[in-house]
C-alpha cells in the first residue's frame, strides 16, 4: 500500500499551482489557433456575488458518459462520494457534511429523498445530463435551504439550431457489464423535442482481496488477505427521458420534462461475512417516475419563471435467509411509496445595470408510506414545506458586487428562523480578473421523515439542524493568444448546532440523535490550464480539498469522541483530469487521491477500522472519423490503472483493474 507522503506531494502541486492566482470550472466557447476550447464565463457577475460556484465542464461530461453521476463527482469536484459497491449506494459529502446536507435540483425540482433526506448518485446516469454545476456552502440558500454541504444543479438544455439528429452508443465491459443509450433530437426554431433511452447491466462479480477476513500462513506465520469474489452483486438499470421545448412568441419559453426509470439490484454480502455463499437473498427494486413543467416569460428588464413538477417513486427490498430444513426465510419484506408535488415562482428584475432584485415563493408537499410485513412496522406521514425568498445585488464604483438574500422556511410543527446571506466580489485590479469574494450565512436543514418517524428508531423531538458558515476566497483568470489559465482558493468554516447522528442505543437498534456542536472547516481549490503545441491541444483540470469535521459535543454520552473527525470524510483529497488531443485522436488521464479515512466516531485506528490513503489511475483512449454523413468515435477506458485494493463503505471493497469498450455512432 502506497504511504501518506505520496498524497502531500501531490497536495504541494495542486496548492503551488492554485497560489499563481485563483476559481472553480464554468463555461463558454473561445478560439486558440482554430481549436474551439470550452472555457469559464467573466468571473465578475453580479448576480453571483459572494457565492462560490463550479461549473462542470463539457469535456468531463463527454469522457464519463456511460458512468454515473457517483464517479463524474468524485472524480472531478471536490465532493467525496462514500459508495458502497459498483452499481450500489453512492451519496455525497460535500464540505465535510452529512449525505443529507447536499441538495440536489433536476431542472428546478428538488430531488433528494423526503424519507431519507439524501440522492443515490448511482441511479443518475450521465448520458442524462446536459449541464452540471455546483453552489458550495450556503450560496445554496440562493435555491433552497438545507445544503449545509451545498447544492447541485442538473439540467436539461433545448438546442434550437438541431433539426435533425440521432446517437447510438454501444458499451461492454469487465464483469458482464453492458451499456447502451440512444438519443433522438429533431425540431426547428419553436419547437425541439429529445428523446433519451438507456439500459445498463452488470453481473459485477469481481474479485477482491478481503480485508475484513485475515487469514493465517501457518507455514510462515505471515497474515495474509484471501482472495474473495463479490457474488450477488447484480444490477439493473433501464429508463427514459423525454423532453418538450416550445417557443411561444418572441418572449415564452415552455418546456416538459419527464424521466421514468427502473433499477433492480442484488446487495452483496458483505466482506466480513464469513458464512456459506449464496445462502441468502438480498434484493432491492425501484421504480421512478418525476414530470416537470415550466413556464419562462422574458420581459425587457425582468424575467419571470414558473415550474410545477411532481415524483413518485415505489421501492421494495427483501432479505431471504437460508434456515435448515426450512429453506429461505423472509427477515425483511418491506414496500414504501412516496408521493410529490412541487411548485415554485421565480422572479427576477434587473432594475438598472448596477441592481438586481429577486423573488421566489415554493410550496412543495409529500406524502410517504412504508411497511415491512415481517417486523410489521412502517409509518404513514405527510409534510407541506413553503419557502419565501427575497434577495437585491448591488454593484459600487465598478469593482464592488454585494449580495444580500433572506429566507424564510414554513413548515408545521418546526419553529425555523429567517436565514439571511450577505456576500461580497471585489475586483482588486481593474484591469485583471482577480477578484477577492466571501460571505456571511445563516443556514438550516430539516430532519427527514426517516429521522423524525422510522419505525424502531425514529425520535420526533429532534431539532433542526442550523448552522452559522463564512468563507473567503480568490479567484483568477488569464486568457492569453495561445494559453488559457484559472484558479481560485477558498477557505470556509461551519458551525453547526443540533447535527443529526444515527447511533446504536441500549435497546439493540440505531436511533437519531442531535449532537450539540459540529465544526466543518477546510480549503478547496481548483485550478485549470489549456494550451496548443503545434496540432497538440493540452487541458489540465485539478481540485484539492481540505477537510476537517469535528464533533465538539461536550456532554458525557460522547466524551469520547470530543475532537475527533467526523466519519468517511478524509482529511485530503485531490483529483487531477489530463486531456491531450491531435486530430481526431484523444487520450485522458484521470487521477485521485484520498487520504486516511476513518469508519468510527471515536477514529480508532485497530482491527480494520480505517481506510489507508488510496490513489485511483484511469486511462482513456479514444478515435473519432467521419463517413458522409456519420460520426464514429471508439473508445478504450482502463479503470483502477495500477490494481488498487480499495475501500468507501466499510466491509464494501471495490473492483480492481477493469475496462470498457465504447462504440458510438451519430448523425
Known amino acids: 500500500m502506497k504511504t501518506q507522503p505520496s498524497i502531500l506531494i501531490f497536495t504541494f502541486f495542486i496548492f503551488h499551482f492554485s497560489l499563481i492566482s485563483a476559481q472553480g470550472i464554468r463555461d463558454s466557447v473561445f478560439e486558440i489557433s482554430g481549436v474551439e476550447v470550452f472555457a469559464e464565463e467573466e468571473l465578475f457577475v453580479l ?12 469535456l468531463v461530461l463527454q469522457k464519463k458518459s456511460g458512468l454515473s453521476l457517483s464517479s463524474l463527482l468524485s472524480e472531478n469536484t471536490p465532493i467525496f462520494i462514500k459508495s458502497q459497491g459498483r452499481g450500489a449506494l453512492a ?21 433528494n429523498s423526503p424519507m431519507l433526506g439524501s440522492v443515490d448518485f448511482s441511479q443518475i446516469p450521465v448520458y442524462l445530463i446536459d449541464d452540471i454545476s455546483l453552489k458550495h456552502g450556503t450560496s445554496s440558500m440562493a ?10 444543479h442538473i439540467n436539461n438544455q433545448a438546442n434550437w439550431d438541431n433539426t435533425f439528429s440521432a446517437k447510438y452508443q454501444q458499451g461492454i ?47 510462515n506465520g505471515e497474515v495474509y488477505f484471501p482472495l474473495d469474489t463479490n457474488t450477488n452483486a447484480d444490477y439493473k438499470l433501464y429508463g427514459l427521458l423525454q423532453e418538450v421545448y416550445l417557443r411561444a412568441g418572441n418572449r415564452d419559453v415552455v418546456s416538459l420534462k419527464y424521466w421514468g426509470q427502473h433499477s433492480e439490484r442484488s446487495l452483496p454480502e458483505v466482506s466480513s461475512y464469513d458464512g456459506p455463499e449464496n445462502n441468502n437473498l438480498n434484493r432491492q427494486n425501484a421504480t421512478d417516475h418525476k414530470v416537470v413543467g415550466a413556464w419562462k416569460h422574458y420581459g425587457k428588464q425582468s424575467k419571470l419563471t414558473l415550474n410545477s413538477g411532481y415524483t413518485n417513486k ?21 414496500f414504501s411509496t412516496q408521493h410529490s408535488w412541487y411548485n415554485s415562482g421565480k422572479y427576477r428584475w434587473n432594475i438598472n445595470s448596477s441592481t438586481i432584485f429577486n423573488a421566489s415563493f415554493s410550496g412543495n408537499y ?4 412504508t411497511r415491512d410485513t415481517v417486523a410489521q412496522t412502517g409509518y404513514k406521514q405527510d409534510r407541506l414545506e413553503l419557502s419565501a425568498f427575497a434577495g437585491i445585488q448591488k454593484q459600487f464604483f465598478e469593482r464592488l458586487n454585494t449580495n444580500v438574500m433572506l429566507r424564510q422556511d414554513m413548515v408545521k410543527g418546526q419553529d425555523i428562523p429567517i436565514t439571511p446571506f450577505f456576500g461580497f466580489d471585489y475586483r482588486l485590479r481593474k484591469e485583471v480578473d482577480l477578484i477577492l469574494k466571501g460571505n456571511l450565512s445563516h443556514n438550516h436543514h430539516l430532519p427527514s421523515l426517516n429521522d423524525l418517524y422510522w419505525q424502531p428508531g425514529g425520535n420526533a423531538d429532534l431539532n433542526a439542524e442550523e448552522g452559522l458558515s463564512s468563507e473567503l476566497g480568490l479567484e483568477f483568470k488569464h486568457n492569453g493568444d495561445k494559453t488559457y489559465f484559472f484558479a481560485d482558493i477558498n477557505g470556509y468554516y461551519s458551525d453547526i448546532d443540533n447535527w443529526i447522528l444515527w447511533v446504536q442505543n441500549v435497546k439493540g437498534y440505531r436511533e437519531p440523535q442531535n449532537v450539540q456542536n459540529v465544526v466543518s472547516k477546510g480549503i478547496e481549490m481548483n485550478a485549470r490550464l489549456e494550451f496548443n503545441i503545434r496540432k497538440l491541444h493540452y487541458r489540465l483540470m485539478g481540485n484539492y480539498a481540505y477537510t476537517k469535521a469535528i464533533n465538539y459535543d461536550k456532554s458525557p454520552e460522547w466524551e469520547s469522541v470530543y475532537g475527533k473527525q467526523m466519519v468517511y470524510i478524509p482529511e485530503h483529497s485531490a483529483n487531477l483530469m489530463f486531456n491531450i488531443n491531435y486530430k481526431n485522436w484523444n487520450l485522458t488521464w484521470q487521477h485521485n487521491s484520498y487520504s486516511l479515512t476513518y469508519t468510527t466516531t471515536s477514529n480508532d485506528v485497530s482491527n480494520f ?3 489507508p490513503a488510496y490513489f485511483m489511475n484511469d486511462l482513456t483512449l479514444s478515435k473519432s472519423w467521419t463517413v458522409k454523413d456519420f460520426a464514429f468515435s471508439g473508445e478504450v477506458r482502463l479503470y483502477n490503472l495500477f490494481d488498487e485494493n480499495y475501500y468507501s463503505a466499510i466491509n464494501h471493497p471495490m473492483p480492481g483493474r477493469n475496462y470498457m469498450l465504447l462504440l458510438a455512432i451519430e448523425f
Open 173 to 219: 465491459g469487465s464483469y458482464s457489464t453492458y451499456d447502451e443509450f440512444l438519443s433522438l433530437s429533431f425540431g426547428n426554431k419553436k419547437i425541439q423535442s429529445k428523446t433519451r433511452i438507456y439500459h445498463n447491466y452488470s453481473k459485477n462479480d469481481y474479485s477482491y482481496n478481503n480485508r475484513s477476513n485475515p487469514e493465517i500462513n501457518y507455514a
Open 314 to 334: 415505489d421501492m421494495t427490498y427483501e432479505q431471504q435467509y437460508l434456515i435448515g430444513g426450512q429453506g429461505l426465510s423472509y427477515t425483511v419484506h418491506s
Open 143 to 152: 435555491d433552497q435551504s438545507g445544503g449545509l454541504g451545498g447544492a447541485i
Open 47 to 58: 448576480e453571483e456575488a459572494g457565492m462560490q460556484t463550479t461549473q462542470v465542464d463539457t
Open 91 to 111: 451519496t455525497a459529502s460535500f464540505r465535510g457534511t452529512a449525505a443529507s446536507h447536499t441538495q440536489v435540483n433536476w431542472n428546478g425540482m428538488n430531488i
Open 609 to 611: 477500522n480505517t481506510f
Open 366 to 369: 409529500h406524502k410517504i408510506s
